[in-house]
């Protein structure tokens, strides 16, 4: 096939004294693209006060679409926290039981990051029912270290979910006494091309 030139006026592509085709492209990334096409979502536990050790959040894709899971933001308040060692943020592959599920309270929050889409994430989310929820099998896979203070850490974990599988996020807020105020926030899109 032969490809003249069209100088790059209008609809037409210029091709160089080298036979090399000109064009202007626009690179998105996966994430960008998710968003544009309605398939990026913002799940959050919301406030849960926490005094041990908690099962937080539970998320299960039940997509045929793959789910990526970008990253997770915890989020802990005032207390009286221990002047040694961190908040420990662990993270769970395919936990199945421990009260965190069995106990099951749906998270408030599963929104569509694309204001002007109405579609809707197909998952099971739950979120810490009370303090000491539990979450008692899977693989632990990540644990994060987050300051023993009132913060909030954001973490990129970069984990993918196919139809099926589960993560689960404990933490443990490591206090003297009292309690604290904590949530999570999981930010992901499904991707188009699995």
Same mark, same amino acid.
């Given at each position: 096939?032969?490809?003249?030139?069209? &100088?790059?006026?209008?609809?037409?592509a210029k091709v160089g004294n080298n036979n090399r085709l000109f064009?202007?492209?626009?690179?998105?990334?996966?994430?960008?693209?998710?968003?544009?096409?309605?398939?990026?979502? *913002?799940?959050? !536990?919301?406030?849960?006060?926490?005094?041990?050790?908690?099962?937080?959040?539970?998320?299960?894709?039940?997509?045929?679409?793959? /789910?990526?899971?970008?990253?997770?933001?915890?989020?802990?308040?005032?207390?009286?926290?221990?002047?040694?060692?961190?908040?420990?943020?662990?993270? !769970?592959?395919n936990p199945s039981a421990g009260t965190l599920i069995s106990n099951a309270s749906a998270v408030p929050q599963n929104a569509?990051?694309?204001?002007? &889409?109405?579609?809707?994430?197909?998952?099971?989310?739950?979120?810490?029912?009370?303090?000491?929820?539990?979450?008692?099998?899977? !693989?632990?896979?990540?644990?994060?270290?987050?300051?023993?203070?009132?913060?909030?850490?954001?973490?990129?974990?970069?984990?993918?979910?196919?139809?099926? *599988?589960?993560?689960?996020?404990?933490?443990?807020?490591? /206090?003297?006494?009292?309690?604290?105020?904590?949530?999570?926030?999981?930010?992901?899109? /499904?991707?188009?091309? *699995?």
């Amino acid at each position: 096939m032969k490809v003249e030139s069209g &100088s790059g006026n209008g609809r037409e592509a210029k091709v160089g004294n080298n036979n090399r085709l000109f064009t202007d492209n626009v690179t998105t990334t996966e994430a960008v693209q998710a968003l544009k096409d309605g398939d990026a979502y *913002n799940l959050n !536990t919301g406030i849960v006060s926490i005094s041990a050790t908690t099962g937080m959040f539970y998320l299960k894709n039940n997509e045929d679409k793959n /789910l990526l899971i970008e990253a997770v933001v915890v989020g802990t308040g005032a207390g009286s926290y221990n002047t040694t060692g961190e908040v420990q943020i662990q993270i !769970t592959r395919n936990p199945s039981a421990g009260t965190l599920i069995s106990n099951a309270s749906a998270v408030p929050q599963n929104a569509n990051r694309n204001f002007g &889409s109405a579609k809707t994430l197909t998952a099971t989310a739950y979120k810490a029912a009370a303090s000491g929820n539990t979450i008692t099998d899977g !693989t632990d896979i990540i644990l994060i270290g987050a300051p023993n203070a009132q913060a909030r850490t954001f973490a990129e974990i970069n984990l993918l979910l196919e139809k099926g *599988n589960s993560i689960g996020v404990e933490v443990n807020p490591n /206090l003297s006494s009292g309690s604290v105020n904590c949530y999570i926030a999981c930010i992901c899109h /499904l991707i188009t091309d *699995n």
